[in-house]
Each structure stands twice: as structure tokens, then as C-alpha cells.
């Protein structure tokens, strides 16, 4: 999915939503969508790093678990300095567990910023933050054991009228 922020965009398919900035104006989000792109749509582990649970009442909603029915490898164009600026943002022990659960058992379970400097490194931290993808299954709630599932990589993180 593509996503332009401009005054006169001209997709050809097009979702056309206001958006409410600070200042009260309004401002035109463009989505162009594509039948090619909507079938490559996939839950990665990198989407998996930064979903928690937020049910009222749970206080420990994060790293949420995961229950596999299938995964899917897509490869995905390397990209280091983008790995690089990420490094920081992952909650590493997350990111090595989720990948384990996947099937995926090349990262180590320590890491430091001075890896960033191998390639080697570099590719393994890759593959799983952006190439594993969870198709089918389900991320639970640690705290609850709340299931959401996962339907054709679409995480559905919506809670019922009582969760709220």
C-alpha cells in the first residue's frame, strides 16, 4: 500500500480520509492501493515487535505470544542502514523468541550495537525482522491469554466492547 501526502495526488484506486492535524486544518491522506500489493500484505516480525495487548486491566501486555498455523518466507531487498536504525528500536529478547517460534533459530540470544558492523549479522537480523512472515495463527495476550487471530498476515488487534 502506498501512502501520499500532497494537495493533488492521482492515483488510480484511491481512499480519500481527512486527517486532523494540531492546528484543526484538515488535511487529504491519499492511499493508492493495488490488487498486486493487497495480496503481499503479511504479518513480520517486525509488525510483531511493536503490538502489545491493551485490554483494560492488563498490565503486561508485551511481547504478545505467538500461535503458529503457517508461515511464509518472502524475500524481502536487504537493506543495512535501515537494520541499522531499527537495531535500537527492537526489543531484541521479543524479536529472538518470535523468530524461534517461527522456525527461525539463527539470531543469538545476545546482542550489542558492534554487531552491526557483519554482514553476516546483518543478513540473519534481516531475515527475521522482515522475511518471516506469520500467514495464519494467532497472538496472545500474556497476561489474559487472549487470543487475536492472525487471517492471511492481518493481525485483528480489535477488543471486545468488554475489553475496553
Partial sequence: MNCT???????TLRDTRPAVLAAGSA?????ARSPKSEAKVRMRLLTHNMLSSNIKGVTNGFPLLIEVEKVVQ????????FLRNMFAKV?????????RTLGYTELPDEVDSSMLDSDEFLRKFHH?????????????CPE?????PVNKGIPNMLLHEDEV
Fill in 5 to 11: 501526502l500532497s494537495a493533488n495526488p492521482n492515483p
Fill in 27 to 31: 488535511l487529504n491522506i491519499h492511499i
Fill in 74 to 81: 518472502k524475500e524481502v531487498d536487504f537493506n543495512a542502514d
Fill in 91 to 99: 526489543e531484541w529478547k521479543a524479536l529472538v523468541d518470535a523468530s
Fill in 128 to 140: 527475521a525482522l522482515v522475511e518471516l512472515h506469520l500467514e495464519e495463527g494467532s497472538l496472545v
Fill in 144 to 148: 489474559t491469554d487472549r487470543k487475536f
